[in-house]
């Protein structure tokens, strides 16, 4: 049998309750940084764009939020700088919304700069989301979303005719009245 004298028993449940001490306030410390991030991206959610020096931006989620609503809001190159600077912040999971989110973003541009005829750009703008797209399915496989925009840029890009297209001013007035509404597919696709 092992015997402890009193000094080294009482050393032992000193050094015990310093363990237990600190593994607490660690704890609590961890909870509170999280609640932190949690209001943040409640303040984010509510659609209004806030002062970057107002969040954490060492959060990886903090600035996924942050970018998401930048795309949102229209603001294409902020959002692609936002979700670029994540990216070396970001786990793996983290990666695969960071990059299944930028291709909605460029898959959103394409979609645009093909309704105002600009079919280059589109092609182009198709073809690095589909890379994004890739690059997410690649670490997730199974991620159906991800699936069905790369395949919506596939058809975005197979399906314009190749080269600028011009419209004759006959063309333009001939076409005024008509409308051309598609569903939206932002909606569906950001996450």
């Known amino acids: 049998m092992i015997f402890l004298n009193r000094n080294k028993f009482i050393y032992l449940i000193s050094l015990l309750a310093l363990a237990v001490i600190t593994a607490l306030i660690f704890s609590i410390y961890t909870l509170q940084q ?3 991030i949690n209001q943040q991206i409640l303040l984010l959610n509510k659609g209004e764009l806030v002062d970057a020096e107002q969040l954490n931006m060492q959060s990886p989620e903090v600035r996924i939020a942050y970018a998401y609503l930048q795309g949102k809001l229209n603001l294409f190159d902020e959002a692609v700088e936002t979700y670029s600077g994540t990216e070396r912040l970001a ?3 983290q990666l695969v919304h960071i990059h299944y989110n930028l291709g909605n973003l460029y898959l959103v541009q394409a979609i645009d700069l093909a309704e105002n ?3 280059d750009r589109a092609v182009a703008m198709a ?3 589909k890379d994004f797209y890739r690059s997410a399915l690649k670490n997730q496989p199974s991620f159906w979303e991800a699936k069905y925009n790369l395949e919506a840029a596939q058809r975005l890009s197979r399906d314009l005719p190749l ?3 011009t419209i004759s001013e006959e ?3 001939a ?3 008509l409308l051309y509404t598609s569903p939206s597919p932002r909606d569906k696709r950001q996450s």
């Open 34 to 36: 999280n609640q932190q």
């Open 91 to 93: 786990n793996q999971q």
């Open 117 to 119: 005829l600009s079919v």
């Open 127 to 129: 073809d690095v989301a």
């Open 163 to 165: 080269g600028d297209v």
């Open 171 to 173: 063309s333009q007035d």
């Open 175 to 177: 076409s005024t009245c």
